[in-house]
């Protein structure tokens, strides 16, 4: 045990020793007796850890200021996260109005408009729109038929199959 008071107090010597202008009667002159010299360590010791007597309290202090302040991230986190759920939903919720509004001004139906109008500004979904009502007159429209070329003769003025046929079936009858 004396060894160890004896360490730090080899420690200590040598750091009073080297400070400029410091206290001079806690210097250790190197003929003091054993007895005085444990006192001044137990004096110098003392005061050392008076001064550090709080360390405890303010390092539970400060664990617990991280906590809350972790605690308080987390609901910023949390709150931040939400607003930017509700902004999306706001501005898809937007998206289908117009929408819906562009289908009703062209005619189209609602299955049409989750199909083909995928736009996400109004002028995009109105050139769509145009587009696909376009598009929806040309099929509502009547057409003439298709010429048949097979029908009548051909170009080289030989008999097609249906003239054949025709044919065949008059000298039947």
Known sequence: ?????????QGEQQSTDGEAGGDTSTATPT????EE????LDERLRRERAKYSDYKDLKEKAAKFDEMEQVNQSELEKANAKI??????????????MRYQVATRYGIGDEDADLFLTG???ETLNRQAERLAAKSDEVDK???PKPDMTQ???QNGHATVA???AAATEQLL
Do not use: I, V
Request: aromatic share 4%.
């Open 142 to 144: 009547p057409r003439s």
């Open 1 to 9: 045990m004396a060894d160890s008071t004896q360490q730090p107090a």
């Open 163 to 165: 003239d054949q046929f």
């Open 120 to 122: 996400s500004d109004e």
């Open 152 to 154: 009548g003769r051909n």
């Open 84 to 97: 930017a759920d509700l902004e999306a939903e706001r501005d898809r919720a937007k998206t289908e109005t």
């Open 37 to 40: 010299f444990n006192r001044q």
């Open 31 to 34: 003929n003091l007796s054993q």
